[in-house]
Structure formats: C-alpha cells, structure tokens
C-alpha cells in the first residue's frame, strides 16, 4: 500500500517562508509526477504546483507562480513544496499526490492516483 505524507505545515506570518516536504512511507512506486494541491475553508481543493518527472516540466496556479518552488525524487517519490512570500491568501490544508502514468492535466485532481492526508497551513496577517 503507498502511503504519501505530508509535512512541514504550521503557523506562519505573512512574507515568511516555509517548506513542505512529502515522502512516501508504504510501498515503492515509480511515479511520472507529483502535485501539490491546498484546501481552503469552504472552498474545493485546488491546484498549486505539479512536478512531472519525465520531462522536468514544473507547472504552477497563477496564484503561487513565482514565490512557490516545486522539487521533486522520482526514485524516492518524494516532494517538496518551497513557499516564499506567503500571504493570508495561503492558508489552508496541503496535500501532495502522485501520479503513476504520464502526466496530461496537471490541474486535474482526477489525474493523480495517489494522495497524503494533508498538513495545514496558516498565514497570519
């Protein structure tokens, strides 16, 4: 059984720096990428940033473009999300997945196979 986690959430202020890290604890998959997606109060899961690691395309919402960095060990399947810059905007729970065949909508949640449970995030103003 894959078993994705998440780590690194926490409280932090506006214009702080974090890093989240992701890492699979269950059994060894070789991923074509991962992606990292957050959940606001309220709101539907939406998409941050995905890593495909076929191509080394790095793709990111218009929303983190330029302060989130995406990284990534196809071998280990891991990843890794640097957040910089961050705003209240921010907030909420982060969750990582992986995707076995290749990568068409990075978007999508559909596309992804594999999820974490989550960290949360939370940006004070």
């Known amino acids: 059984q894959v078993r994705l986690g998440e780590s690194g959430g926490g409280l932090v202020q506006t214009g702080d720096s974090l890093r989240l890290s992701c890492a699979n604890s269950?059994?060894?998959?070789?991923?074509?990428?991962m992606g990292w997606f957050r959940q606001a109060p309220g709101k539907e899961r939406e998409f941050v940033a995905a890593?495909?690691?076929?191509?080394?395309?790095?793709y990111y919402s218009d929303s983190v473009k330029g302060r989130f960095t995406i990284s990534g060990d196809r071998a280990k399947t891991t990843a890794s999300l640097q957040m910089d810059r961050v705003n209240p905007e921010d907030t909420g729970v982060y969750y990582c997945?992986?995707?076995?065949?290749?990568?068409?909508?990075?978007?999508?949640?559909?596309?992804?196979?594999?999820w974490g449970q989550g960290t949360q995030v939370t940006v004070s103003s």
């Open positions: 890593l495909s690691f076929t191509t080394g395309t790095t």
């Open positions: 269950g059994r060894a998959i070789e991923s074509s990428a």
């Open positions: 997945a992986a995707k076995l065949l290749k990568l068409v909508m990075p978007a999508s949640r559909r596309e992804y196979d594999y």
